[in-house]
């Protein structure tokens, strides 16, 4: 395996100190593993989820630990443009979600419909726990900057689930 | 035309400021709303906020080249050194309470609706700045705006066609806080060079689109929409009213205290 490719593979392990079901690969955050060609340093390249996710600290320091543990030195770099989006969660980091009680976003693609809220809600997501979709949003915002609080109407649990974005 | 880097400043502070000031704002409902997943809300609100903010004073910051960052653009100006509209350093209780004063959160929500929709037309257009920075700030901010719009909006609707009693409250705050929206499609020579350049959205013109979002929430909510007359300003040239001075007495005094200090 070539130095990069193990470099990849360390950072790409790292999780999300959050959702520590799914790793920054999973989300859709780690946007490039590559090398200097001059200094032979790793340069990884991250993306925020929004523009205040206060994990991005956290998540920084892990990479740099990761590389060090795979004998990389390195530096990490933010990005952020192509602005992330919920669709760059992969099948993967969806599947995985949901196996931690955690509802996967629908489909963000295209621009948010403007109406008047509060008589559009959103469409009911699956209840991660019982399958059921009779469920119903208790707010946009939820325990972290990207999930929102859900309550399922048929096994009556709570659940958090990821907002598209 | 190459925009000259200090109207870049000026305007990235002007954005900048207004997500600073309305997140100190906000997280001052943190352990005090009036319900948990309000408590949730709001701070999650401020957050996205404060996530902007940074951006943009780090960028304003590298424009300048003088060597401030985010931290001592935050902490170390004084009141007429911000560049924020007045809407967002209006105390939580309303424009004419006394220091001190609980929040009101009808005054929040009608706030936070006037900013929201602002903030998101404004995104929605600066994603197409010439200015590559200030265009991917945007691109991310527009989507987290159009979430705080709904919230404000669904509030709205909820207290204005409630009881008697939030009926008359979120009118009250609708009223109070009418006058300093107008401030936020001021225009002046600075954004007038500038979105001759393509680095900035003109504000003037986003007066018509903002009307079509709030008018109909208003009348939905069965509020009545104030009429226009007093439109107090100078926020964009420093010219504060004093709880900004308040706002930011309590913002800054740790980092004064002790700079360099850390988590």
């Known amino acids: 395996m070539s130095a990069r490719s193990a470099a990849r593979e360390a950072v790409a392990a790292v999780v999300d100190p959050e959702l520590r079901v799914v790793t920054i690969e999973d989300l859709g955050i780690l946007r490039d593993v590559s090398e200097d060609p001059a200094t032979?340093?790793?340069?990884?390249t991250i993306t925020?989820?929004?523009?205040?996710?206060?994990?991005?600290?956290?998540?920084?320091?892990?990479?740099?630990?990761?590389?060090?543990?795979?004998?990389?030195?390195?530096?990490?770099?933010t990005v952020l443009k192509p602005a992330w989006s919920t669709d760059m969660i992969t099948e993967r980091g969806r599947a995985r979600l949901a196996a931690a009680g955690i509802a996967p976003p629908a489909p963000?693609?295209?621009?948010?419909?403007?109406?008047?809220?509060?008589?559009?809600?959103?469409?009911?997501?699956?209840?991660?726990?019982c399958g059921s979709s009779e469920t119903?949003?208790?707010?946009?915002?939820?325990?972290?900057?990207?999930?929102?609080?859900?309550?399922?109407?048929?096994?009556?649990?709570p659940f958090d689930g990821v907002k598209p974005l | 035309m190459t925009p000259s880097p200090l109207d870049v400043v000026e305007y990235a502070l002007?954005?900048?400021?207004?997500?600073?000031?309305?997140?100190?704002?906000?997280?001052?409902?943190?352990?005090?709303?009036?319900?948990?997943?309000?408590?949730?809300?709001?701070?999650?609100?401020?957050?996205?906020?404060?996530?902007?903010?940074?951006?943009?004073?780090?960028?304003?910051?590298?424009v300048e080249g003088a060597g401030r960052d985010e931290d001592a653009l935050?902490?170390?100006?004084?009141?007429?050194?911000?560049?924020?509209?007045?809407?967002?350093?209006?105390p939580n209780a309303g424009p004419a309470a006394a220091v001190g004063t609980p929040g009101d959160f009808g005054v929040t929500m009608a706030k936070l609706l006037a900013l929201a929709a602002y903030q998101w037309l404004t995104y929605e257009r600066l994603v197409a700045s010439t200015d590559g920075h200030l265009a991917a700030v945007a691109a991310k901010a527009r989507k987290e705006s159009r979430y705080h719009l709904d919230h404000a909006t669904q509030w709205v609707l909820r207290l204005g066609d409630g009881t008697e009693e939030s009926h008359r409250r979120m009118q009250a705050a609708v009223d109070d806080l009418w006058p300093y929206t107008h401030e936020l499609f001021a225009t002046d020579e600075l954004v007038g060079r500038l979105s001759e350049a393509g680095v900035a959205v003109d504000p003037a013109a986003l007066r018509a689109p903002w009307l079509e979002i709030v008018e109909p929430v208003l009348a939905?909510?069965?509020?009545?929409?104030?009429?226009?007359?007093?439109?107090?300003?100078?926020?964009?040239?420093g010219v504060h009213t004093e709880h900004l001075s308040y706002l930011l007495g309590e913002m800054q005094v740790l980092h004064r205290a002790h700079p360099g200090a850390r988590w």
């Open chain 1, 40 to 44: 032979g340093e790793v340069v990884v």
């Open chain 1, 48 to 77: 925020p989820t929004y523009s205040g996710c206060p994990a991005m600290d956290v998540i920084r320091s892990d990479i740099r630990r990761a590389l060090a543990t795979a004998g990389h030195t390195g530096e990490v770099r």
């Open chain 1, 108 to 129: 963000a693609s295209g621009p948010v419909p403007l109406g008047l809220p509060g008589v559009h809600r959103p469409d009911p997501v699956p209840c991660p726990r």
């Open chain 1, 136 to 157: 119903e949003e208790i707010s946009h915002f939820g325990s972290t900057a990207c999930k929102a609080l859900w309550r399922c109407l048929s096994c009556r649990e």
């Open chain 2, 14 to 62: 002007r954005l900048g400021d207004d997500a600073l000031v309305a997140a100190q704002r906000l997280a001052d409902w943190s352990a005090r709303a009036p319900e948990m997943e309000e408590d949730v809300a709001l701070s999650n609100i401020a957050l996205d906020q404060l996530g902007v903010a940074r951006l943009l004073l780090t960028y304003a910051g590298e």
């Open chain 2, 74 to 90: 935050a902490y170390l100006r004084s009141d007429a050194e911000f560049r924020n509209c007045l809407l967002v350093e209006l």
């Open chain 2, 220 to 237: 939905v909510a069965t509020l009545d929409r104030p009429t226009d007359g007093w439109a107090p300003e100078g926020g964009r040239r």
